[in-house]
């Protein structure tokens, strides 16, 4: 039988283990993919993938248990409760230009561009292609020159192959990019808004203690055509953010 995958997790030894562990996995288990394996590895090979004693995966194992996230039989192992409760995305509704103009102010950092494999979680998005172009920038708040958020970006490489670094390098959005720069008609973006936990990269780029709360968005671009162009991936720091949503009566 396959087993669910969990996400990768690395320490810090300021905190306790187990706690970290055990949120870690709730992460995953509560983020996971339509379909994902219910059954979850040993707890050996879940001490050997976090890198823990199998005295510490127990007793994060116990924290989930008690939660009502997995339940744990005795010779058949430790499987996901079906009906464990998923995140629930907030959707965003708005046009085109009140993206760019939310997204737009913040001084930027290109941290790096290139050709990467289509990650396995936006597969379903890139149907057609094996790699995608990452774009991966920092951006800062222009007053305090503090980091707020950091973004991820995976362009169809058709698109990508006309985008000038320099326009995000000036702190242009994306979306902007895409549009203006490369001549793309979007047809509609879905939004999606959720919170997760500060994981090593982002606590270290945002500057907060790891596993700190983090409003994590998640941007689809479609072209006219009805195809993905770019799926954004953008951590934003939770004590510097809110998002707020206007439902108009018709």
Do not use: C
Request: aromatic fraction near 6%; hydrophobic fraction near 35%.
């Amino acid at each position: 039988m396959t087993v669910f995958a969990p996400d990768s997790l690395e320490l810090n030894r300021k905190l306790p283990l187990w706690y970290q562990v055990s949120q870690s996995l709730r992460a995953s288990i509560l983020g996971r993919a339509p379909g994902a394996p219910l059954r979850l590895p040993t707890e050996e090979r879940l001490a050997q993938h976090y890198g823990v004693s199998v005295l510490t995966m127990r007793q994060a194992l116990k924290e989930l248990e008690t939660e009502g996230l997995i339940s744990r039989y005795r010779r058949r192992g430790t499987f996901i409760e079906p009906d464990a409760r998923r995140t629930r995305p907030v959707r965003l509704l708005g046009s085109v230009d009140t993206i760019v103009a939310q997204q737009s102010g913040d001084r930027t950092t290109l941290l790096h561009h290139g050709l990467t494999p289509v990650p396995a979680e936006l597969a379903e998005h890139f149907p057609d292609i094996g790699e995608t172009t990452a774009y991966r920038r920092l951006r800062y708040d222009p007053e305090s020159g503090e980091a707020t958020n950091w973004a991820e970006n995976f362009i169809h490489p058709e698109a990508a192959r006309h985008i000038d670094p320099a326009d995000l390098e000036r702190g242009w959005p994306m979306t902007k990019v895409l549009r203006d720069g490369v001549g793309i008609r979007i047809s509609r973006i879905t939004d999606t808004v959720e919170a997760r936990l500060a994981d090593p990269e982002t606590a270290k780029l945002l500057d907060v203690p790891l596993l700190s709360p983090i409003l994590h968005y998640t941007g689809v671009t479609y072209d006219a055509e009805g195809r993905v162009v770019d799926v954004a991936l953008i951590h934003y720091r939770g004590d510097r953010f809110s998002f707020s949503v206007t439902v108009e009566a018709r």
